[in-house]
């Protein structure tokens, strides 16, 4: 340790003999280490850091899958979810989930949030309690059940003003009286950035068996692995897939961890590519730094070739010279979490504000971050640090101390190894560029086509109406067609029209189809992705069919049997033939 703080002070004294020096040596690896402890916030926030749960290594997703269609995570129908309770014998919990709009009426304007409806038992497998209140009972949770409400604390301090005497009182939801039954914990929003929750089965009990909208999770049994879990659920599903081979034939069942759950492949890919990315722009200035401790080496050939001549052996002046190197990857890293916290600023800002993080992914600097800064910046100095050092230690002790001795042997392998890092710093350099220049390319492109619509002059809202106001889904349909209408009015519009799909966006549905004239075995019919639209879709997307016709107005407000499809499914269904006139009928 003695010996370690002397050269830790030399070290020091060096560096301030030097400030211009030190200054871009620190600077330069401060924005590598700052770009990298940026990435790995967000990195961290979504694969590593833990969730807010209690024990959730414990806590799986479970899935219907479908590996023909490359279904990995699907979802089950309220039939499927009572089944699997039921079977689930690794499980100590299993609950469900599905989102849905919830409107808050009554006192004050009315107001739309995010909300979810959840069985009675999800917050108990999470480990969740309400911060005032209770969470729901069993026997709330059944069709035709009183309807009842949990609040997050956001809610509740900004509708109710924090009123302590809101558990027990009902308030009016999506048109309906339900009692509130309690108010979760500040910050928790389950399972992204929903603001209440209701009862599952009043909302689903009635959805068919195809249905597959409710998030599956179970929490393990104490001594339970994670594969008897997955071989449970696999059989639970083939044995209903069995017994409903018309809605279930080639679906089996599947368990993921929780962050695997909520990443998915493409988002994991994403974040290794972004991190293996600023991991280049760290090589590229540890290259930097090192080209800069080589030129600075030829200046202290004497002072090495002096303190050899007094009896420090290679091992002392490497130490030293690491010592130096460790500390300029040390200040780089201090200086590089400030340039980190910018960085981190500025994603969060990137990020849309009517598409915000989940309440459990947040990008801070904690201890994981914290110990991956130390770690990389203590690595990096070794790694610029370790060939110059090296290569000074070759220094020719007699040739230099000799007046005019230059050591020309040490100059030419320095050169060398300067070349060799100039040609490492250029690879990566245009590695980055080609990277980053085909990035660009793919987000201009898809700035400019908008994907195939006309985004330049679309607008889009949405129409949420209470099912509780509605005894026919007709009248909600005739609602929706009378907005529509008033909007085609207005003097600055030049077409309008509604969907359960915003294009890019979530809705539609999805379900397999009988075609006329062709056979399919039992179970593996073609399964499609459809959109309910009303008159003048295409126009107002600015698109035209490129066979056929457009909808007429009648048949885009009543319940007319045709349809518009793309190519894709033209050419898989009716493969060198016109579609044109030809039918098909959705079976669920």
Same mark, same amino acid.
């Given at each position: 340790?003695?010996?370690?703080?002397?050269?830790?002070?030399?070290?020091?004294?060096?560096?301030?003999? %030097?400030?211009?020096?030190?200054?871009?040596?620190?600077?330069?690896?401060?924005?590598?280490?700052?770009?990298?402890?940026?990435?790995?916030?967000?990195?961290?926030?979504?694969?590593?850091?833990?969730?807010?749960?209690?024990?959730?290594?414990?806590?799986?997703?479970?899935?219907?899958?479908?590996?023909?269609?490359?279904?990995?995570?699907?979802?089950?129908?309220?039939?499927?979810?009572?089944?699997?309770?039921?079977?689930?014998?690794?499980?100590?919990?299993?609950?469900?989930?599905?989102?849905?709009?919830?409107?808050?009426?009554?006192?004050?304007?009315?107001?739309?949030?995010?909300?979810?409806?959840?069985?009675?038992?999800?917050?108990?497998?999470?480990?969740?309690?309400?911060?005032?209140?209770?969470?729901?009972?069993?026997?709330?949770?059944?069709?035709?059940?009183?309807?009842?409400?949990?609040?997050?604390?956001?809610?509740?301090?900004?509708?109710?003003?924090?009123?302590?005497?809101?558990?027990?009182?009902?308030?009016?939801?999506?048109?309906?009286?339900?009692?509130?039954?309690?108010?979760?914990?500040?910050?928790?929003?389950?399972?992204?950035?929903?603001?209440?929750?209701?009862?599952?089965?009043?909302?689903?009990?009635?959805?068919?068996?195809?249905?597959?909208?409710?998030?599956?999770?179970?929490?393990?049994?104490?001594?339970?692995?994670?594969?008897?879990?997955?071989?449970?659920?696999?059989?639970?599903?083939?044995?209903?897939?069995?017994?409903?081979? =018309?809605?279930?034939?080639?679906?089996?069942?599947?368990?993921?961890?929780?962050?695997?759950?909520?990443?998915?492949?493409?988002?994991?890919?994403?974040?290794?590519?972004?991190?293996?990315?600023?991991?280049?722009?760290?090589?590229?200035?540890?290259?930097?730094?090192?080209?800069?401790?080589?030129?600075?080496?030829?200046?202290?050939?004497?002072?090495?070739?002096?303190?050899?001549?007094?009896?420090?052996?290679?091992?002392?002046?490497?130490?030293?010279?690491?010592?130096?190197?460790?500390?300029?990857?040390?200040?780089?890293?201090?200086?590089?979490?400030?340039?980190?916290?910018?960085?981190?600023?500025?994603?969060?800002?990137?990020?849309?504000?009517?598409?915000?993080?989940?309440?459990?992914?947040?990008?801070?600097?904690?201890?994981?971050?914290?110990?991956?800064?130390?770690?990389?910046?203590?690595?990096?100095?070794?790694?610029?640090?370790?060939?110059?050092?090296?290569?000074?230690?070759?220094?020719?002790?007699?040739?230099?101390?000799?007046?005019?001795?230059?050591?020309?042997?040490?100059?030419?392998?320095?050169?060398?190894?300067?070349?060799?890092?100039?040609?490492?710093?250029?690879?990566?350099?245009?590695?980055?560029?080609?990277?980053?220049?085909?990035?660009?390319?793919?987000?201009?492109?898809?700035?400019?086509?908008?994907?195939?619509?006309?985004?330049?002059?679309?607008?889009?809202?949405?129409?949420?109406?209470?099912?509780?106001?509605?005894?026919?889904?007709?009248?909600?349909?005739?609602?929706?067609?009378?907005?529509?209408?008033?909007?085609?009015?207005?003097?600055?519009?030049?077409?309008?029209?509604?969907?359960?799909?915003?294009?890019?966006?979530?809705?539609?549905?999805?379900?397999?189809?009988?075609?006329?004239?062709?056979?399919?075995?039992?179970?593996?019919?073609?399964?499609?992705?459809?959109?309910?639209? =009303?008159?003048?879709?295409?126009?107002?997307?600015?698109?035209?069919?490129?066979?056929?016709?457009?909808?007429?107005?009648?048949?885009?407000?009543?319940?007319?049997?045709?349809?518009?499809?793309?190519?894709?499914?033209? %050419?898989?269904?009716?493969?060198?033939?016109?579609?044109?006139?030809?039918?098909?009928?959705?079976?669920?």
């Amino acid at each position: 340790m003695e010996a370690l703080l002397q050269d830790l002070r030399y070290a020091v004294r060096t560096l301030l003999k %030097s400030p211009g020096f030190a200054a871009i040596a620190v600077v330069c690896i401060a924005i590598g280490i700052g770009a990298n402890t940026a990435i790995f916030s967000v990195v961290n926030a979504i694969l590593l850091r833990p969730f807010p749960y209690a024990d959730p290594d414990r806590i799986l997703g479970v899935n219907e899958v479908q590996p023909k269609n490359k279904i990995t995570k699907g979802g089950f129908s309220d039939l499927d979810f009572r089944d699997l309770r039921e079977q689930a014998a690794s499980f100590s919990e299993v609950a469900a989930s599905t989102n849905r709009s919830l409107t808050f009426s009554g006192e004050g304007e009315p107001e739309r949030v995010q909300g979810a409806s959840i069985s009675w038992n999800l917050f108990q497998l999470l480990g969740v309690k309400p911060a005032l209140g209770r969470p729901f009972q069993p026997d709330e949770d059944r069709a035709g059940a009183p309807g009842a409400v949990l609040l997050s604390h956001e809610l509740w301090m900004r509708r109710f003003n924090g009123d302590p005497s809101i558990v027990g009182k009902t308030i009016l939801v999506n048109a309906a009286a339900h009692t509130v039954a309690g108010v979760m914990p500040p910050g928790f929003r389950y399972p992204e950035n929903q603001l209440a929750w209701t009862p599952l089965e009043p909302f689903v009990h009635d959805y068919s068996r195809s249905e597959r909208n409710l998030a599956v999770l179970g929490r393990l049994k104490p001594g339970v692995s994670v594969e008897q879990a997955r071989a449970e659920v696999k059989a639970a599903v083939e044995r209903i897939a069995a017994q409903y081979p =018309s809605s279930h034939t080639g679906w089996s069942g599947d368990v993921l961890a929780l962050h695997e759950e909520a990443a998915g492949d493409k988002l994991h890919l994403i974040l290794v590519s972004m991190l293996g990315a600023v991991i280049c722009v760290l090589l590229i200035a540890c290259s930097n730094v090192a080209n800069l401790l080589l030129a600075r080496a030829t200046v202290r050939q004497r002072e090495v070739a002096v303190r050899a001549a007094f009896g420090a052996g290679r091992p002392r002046l490497l130490r030293q010279f690491l010592t130096e190197s460790v500390l300029i990857g040390l200040l780089g890293g201090l200086v590089g979490l400030a340039f980190s916290y910018w960085g981190i600023r500025w994603i969060e800002i990137s990020i849309p504000a009517d598409n915000p993080l989940p309440f459990w992914m947040k990008f801070t600097i904690d201890g994981t971050v914290l110990l991956y800064t130390f770690g990389i910046s203590l690595v990096t100095g070794l790694l610029f640090g370790i060939a110059p050092a090296l290569q000074a230690l070759k220094t020719d002790l007699h040739e230099t101390l000799k007046e005019g001795g230059r050591g020309a042997g040490g100059s030419l392998r320095r050169n060398r190894l300067r070349s060799a890092l100039v040609v490492a710093q250029v690879a990566l350099s245009l590695a980055l560029l080609v990277s980053a220049s085909l990035f660009v390319r793919s987000f201009l492109k898809i700035q400019g086509d908008g994907g195939g619509l006309r985004t330049d002059h679309v607008m889009t809202m949405r129409i949420y109406l209470p099912a509780g106001r509605y005894e026919k889904d007709e009248e909600m349909s005739r609602r929706v067609e009378d907005v529509v209408r008033r909007l085609e009015t207005l003097p600055d519009v030049e077409a309008a029209s509604a969907s359960n799909n915003i294009p890019l966006s979530g809705g539609g549905g999805d379900g397999r189809i009988a075609v006329e004239g062709k056979s399919f075995p039992r179970g593996e019919e073609p399964d499609i992705f459809w959109t309910g639209v =009303s008159p003048h879709f295409l126009q107002a997307i600015g698109l035209k069919p490129v066979q056929g016709r457009n909808f007429t107005d009648a048949e885009g407000t009543s319940r007319s049997h045709v349809a518009l499809i793309n190519q894709k499914l033209a %050419s898989l269904i009716w493969p060198k033939q016109d579609p044109v006139g030809r039918r098909f009928q959705l079976l669920d």
